[in-house]
Nanobody
Framework: QVQLVESGGGLVQPGGSLRLSCAASGSTLDYHAVGWFRQVPGKEREGVSC???????TYYADSVKGRFTISRDNAKNTYLQMNNLKPEDTAVYYCAADPDLYCDSGSPPGVGDFGSWGQGTQVTVSS
């Protein structure tokens, strides 16, 4: 099973940018789908983006489309570039991975679809 660690969160002003990283260890991500989720207190965890490692196809929630970009490098890292951040983007962001999932570009990933999760990183957008 893969272990995941997120980093890159922090406090940023509206309109600013952050780049979240998801580092994997213990297993290769070559055959995994990797998703980014976010959660605010009292609400369900929301699927934000997903990437299929095999072909690079992606999914984005409508709320982040055009502002967020998911990518990966040739190592074991997946990234979420977040531009033009808004106060409503404030949340704890989690990355998740699964060896059997293929993300649908037209549907959000589900929490139950992923077997491995990171501990989360806080993103706060405030002036």
């Amino acid at each position: 099973q893969v272990q995941l660690v997120e980093s890159g969160g922090g406090l940023v002003q509206p309109g600013g940018s952050l780049r979240l990283s998801c580092a994997a260890s213990g297993s290769t991500l070559d055959y995994h789908a990797v998703g980014w989720f976010r959660q605010v207190p009292g609400k369900e965890r929301e699927g934000v983006s997903c990437i299929n490692i095999s072909d690079g196809s992606t999914y984005y929630a409508d709320s982040v489309k055009g502002r967020f970009t998911i990518s990966r490098d040739n190592a074991k890292n997946t990234y979420l570039q977040m531009n033009n951040l808004k106060p409503e983007d404030t949340a704890v962001y989690y990355c998740a991975a699964d060896p059997d999932l293929y993300c649908d570009s037209g549907s959000p990933p589900g929490v139950g679809d992923f077997g491995s999760w990171g501990q989360g990183t806080q993103v706060t957008v405030s002036s």
